[in-house]
């Protein structure tokens, strides 16, 4: 484990690091940032975005939380979509999930587990959404996995919910959101393969926000 008093050392090297092949390398990234990609995961310290996406400074857009959530209420997930969207136009939203998640697990218990009930609730929520199939898995294991996948599933429908979001797609085609899971005992990361177009078409029948009439007319 890195001591608390390593960490400026550290940066120093990582500075040294970075401008070695390229002295205007900071000076380049103060200018403005234009990343492709907006990231929304956990924040499990097992999880290092830039790291398992490979890229670099500057690069991708970061929101993270316990267990990836995107909460309709929650002001700071919103406000990140909306400036990444509609300021820096990402092409691409990532929510990313991971196995073992202990955000996860815990809203798998039945327990009081004070501040963190309300938290947690939109992951029961998930459970409650796909609780046939979920409640079909026997093996304990395999079940809280398949947990991890749905809720990433329901984040993504989260965020193709948003006005920002869909307004964009109307205009720009673009961006397309993804569901992902980072394994943490192999260190791939899995695509869940979310059928952006097909959730789009299904959400605005309920919840379109393009104001350009998606909506489909109910048969009578
Ligand atoms: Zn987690």
Known sequence: MTKYNEIFENNRLWVAQKTAGDTDFFKKLAKEQNPDYLY????????????????????VFVHRNVANLVNNIDLNVMSTINYAVRHLQVKHIIVCGHYNCGGVKAAMQAADLGI????????????????????????????????????????CVNVIKTAAVQQSYYENHYPTVHGWVYDLY???????????????????????????????????
Request: with cysteine; proline share 2%; net charge negative.
């Open 186 to 220: 192999s260190g791939n990361l899995i695509d869940l393969n979310i059928d952006f177009e097909g959730v789009l078409h299904n959400i605005q029948e309920i919840y379109d926000l393009t104001g350009k009439g998606l909506m489909k007319k109910k048969e009578k």
């Open 116 to 155: 963190l009930n309300p938290w947690l609730r939109n992951i029961r929520d998930v459970y409650r959404l796909h609780r046939v199939e979920l409640d079909a898995i026997e093996d304990d294991h395999a079940r809280f996995n398949r947990l991890v996948e749905l809720n990433v599933q329901e984040q």
């Open 40 to 59: 929304i995961g956990c924040s499990d310290s097992r999880v290092p975005t830039n790291e398992i996406m490979g890229l670099d400074a500057g690069e």
